[in-house]
């Protein structure tokens, strides 16, 4: 088990603080460290999160730093880049935001970082490749959020629509952090039976799966309309991430990771089921999914690819 627990963040926006007081509420971290461009915002939050350890559950040293704090740390989570603004789709960052990772890796990885990356800025999956290029690390230690947040309101979605708990609820997202994601239906359950025989049961209209899965990749344009940015929830999943790191504890999560093969695509970074532990990625699960599914999965991949090639490459080189 890691011993202190020390998480740098580099992006002081909504999504890094929502995550930051995230951990400062939960407990499971010993040491915080704020990086951003904005060193005044970053002393700002330092002092108000801090005005909040007398109710904490565990004591936590908290502070504004630089780009040296990374020399110890066990992860470096990245939440740092441009935000999606109304009516843009996520790849639409890409260039912008990968420069922004690219420089961000370098200070990273020149101030002798050895640890995990956890990668939340969007577009996900484009910029965790970025990262993992950049840095050079093993693929295994960097780290996308990939579908984590899209498969809590999947299962948030799910839980709503059978009236049960949504920690019942086993279903997975996989594919881009975006428009393109596709739901394994036959691998989801509810407790230990398959949502498809649950529908069949109770004479619920299998179209309404479909309904659902809309719901989900709709929810961020949603609530990018209604209050320009989406945090709280991504605030949550990165915490769930860092302390499954952290506490070693072999937890499957949907991340966006490096594919190998391992669904017949290598080469991007994309958002599987994965076990998560102190090294990071330690396996990625492969499950069996139908020529419909994996036909999907292929069109978000070669969308990455696509990305990759035109956009991504000629940055990083």
Same mark, same amino acid.
């Given at each position: 088990?890691?011993? !202190?627990?020390? @998480?740098?963040?580099?992006?002081?926006?909504?999504?890094?603080?929502?995550?930051?007081?995230?951990?400062?509420?939960?407990?499971?971290?010993?040491? *915080?460290?704020?990086?951003?461009?904005?060193?005044?915002?970053?002393?700002?939050?330092?002092?108000?999160?801090?005005?909040?350890?007398?109710?904490?559950?565990?004591?936590?040293? #908290?502070?504004?730093?630089?780009?040296?704090?990374?020399?110890?740390?066990? #992860? $470096? @989570?990245?939440?740092?880049? *441009?935000?999606?603004?109304?009516?843009?789709?996520?790849?639409?960052?890409?260039?912008? !935001?990968?420069?922004?990772?690219?420089?961000?890796?370098?200070?990273?990885?020149?101030?002798?970082?050895?640890?995990?990356?956890? $990668?939340?800025?969007?577009?996900?999956?484009?910029?965790?490749?970025?990262?993992?290029?950049?840095?050079?690390?093993?693929?295994?230690? $960097?780290?996308?959020?990939? &579908? $984590?947040?899209?498969?809590?309101?999947?299962?948030?979605?799910?839980?709503?629509?059978?009236? @049960? =708990?949504?920690?019942?609820?086993?279903?997975?997202?996989?594919?881009?952090?975006?428009?393109?994601?596709?739901?394994?239906?036959?691998?989801?359950?509810?407790?230990?039976?398959?949502?498809?025989?649950?529908?069949?049961?109770?004479?619920?209209?299998?179209?309404?799966?479909?309904?659902?899965?809309?719901?989900?990749? +709709?929810?961020?344009?949603?609530?990018?309309?209604?209050?320009?940015?989406?945090?709280?929830?991504?605030?949550?999943?990165?915490?769930?991430?860092?302390?499954?790191? *952290? !506490?070693?504890?072999? =937890?499957?999560? &949907?991340?966006?990771?490096?594919?190998?093969?391992?669904?017949?695509?290598?080469?991007?970074?994309?958002?599987?089921?994965? #076990?998560?532990?102190?090294?990071?990625?330690?396996?990625?699960?492969?499950?069996?999914?139908?020529? +419909?599914? +994996?036909?999907?999965?292929?069109?978000?991949?070669?969308?990455?690819?696509?990305?990759?090639?035109?956009?991504?490459?000629?940055?990083?080189?």
């Amino acid at each position: 088990m890691v011993t !202190n627990k020390k @998480v740098v963040l580099v992006g002081a926006g909504f999504v890094g603080m929502s995550m930051a007081y995230s951990l400062l509420n939960q407990g499971g971290v010993d040491e *915080l460290v704020l990086i951003d461009v904005n060193k005044e915002k970053t002393i700002g939050e330092e002092m108000d999160l801090s005005h909040g350890l007398p109710y904490a559950p565990q004591k936590m040293k #908290i502070k504004a730093g630089d780009y040296d704090e990374c020399k110890d740390a066990n #992860i $470096v @989570v990245i939440t740092a880049g *441009l935000a999606q603004k109304p009516g843009q789709s996520r790849l639409d960052l890409a260039v912008a !935001n990968a420069k922004i990772m690219k420089e961000i890796t370098e200070n990273v990885m020149k101030n002798g970082f050895k640890g995990i990356f956890v $990668v939340a800025s969007n577009p996900v999956d484009l910029m965790t490749y970025v990262v993992a290029e950049v840095s050079g690390m093993p693929k295994s230690r $960097v780290i996308g959020s990939g &579908t $984590v947040l899209d498969t809590a309101r999947l299962r948030y979605l799910i839980a709503d629509y059978l009236e @049960v =708990s949504s920690k019942n609820v086993h279903a997975y997202i996989l594919g881009e952090h975006g428009d393109s994601s596709l739901v394994p239906w036959e691998h989801c359950y509810v407790g230990c039976k398959k949502i498809i025989d649950i529908m069949k049961d109770n004479n619920h209209p299998m179209e309404d799966l479909k309904k659902i899965h809309d719901g989900v990749w +709709q929810a961020a344009y949603e609530i990018i309309e209604k209050k320009k940015a989406t945090y709280y929830g991504i605030g949550m999943a990165l915490n769930r991430l860092v302390k499954a790191i *952290l !506490n070693d504890e072999n =937890s499957i999560l &949907t991340v966006s990771t490096y594919q190998n093969n391992e669904y017949g695509q290598e080469g991007m970074y994309i958002g599987v089921p994965a #076990i998560i532990n102190r090294n990071g990625v330690k396996e990625i699960l492969q499950l069996k999914l139908n020529k +419909q599914d +994996q036909d999907k999965f292929n069109h978000s991949c070669e969308i990455m690819k696509e990305n990759i090639e035109k956009e991504i490459k000629p940055i990083i080189k």
